[in-house]
């Protein structure tokens, strides 16, 4: 049974930094790619960034730059380095995974981590 584990989120003031992980346990394979996506409140779900097996990336606009997105493929993790926050950077941050098998895909999401950026 895969679980993912999303830990790093929380409080911090405009221009500041966090670093979100998530680690995946259970028996999984054939990991084609990782991403973090967000929700705030009112707002549907969003793609925030992405790596894929072969470490092509992919961000959205509004984080281009300030957002960096890693992968410890040895310890199935999944990394979000976030820099210089705004206050529209706030809400709930959630990991995902995404498999393949016998050519069909499988999404695997966390239970999403809080980030709040505010003075």
């Known amino acids: 049974q895969v679980q993912l584990v999303e830990s790093g989120g929380g409080l911090v003031q405009p221009g500041g930094s966090l670093r979100l992980s998530c680690a995946a346990s259970?028996?999984?394979?054939?990991?084609?790619?990782r991403g973090w996506y967000r929700q705030a409140p009112g707002k549907q779900r969003e793609l925030v960034a992405s790596?894929?097996?072969?470490?092509?990336?992919n961000y959205a606009d509004a984080v281009k730059g300030r957002f960096t997105i890693s992968r410890d493929n040895a310890k199935n993790t999944v990394y979000l380095q976030m820099n210089s926050l705004k206050p529209e950077d706030t809400a709930v941050y959630y990991c995902?995974?995404?498999?393949?098998?016998?050519?069909?895909?499988?999404?695997?999401w966390g239970q999403g981590t809080q980030v709040t950026v505010s003075s």
């Open positions: 995902n995974f995404v498999t393949t098998s016998a050519s069909v895909k499988y999404a695997y």
């Open positions: 259970g028996s999984i394979f054939s990991i084609i790619a």
């Open positions: 790596i894929t097996s072969g470490g092509s990336t």
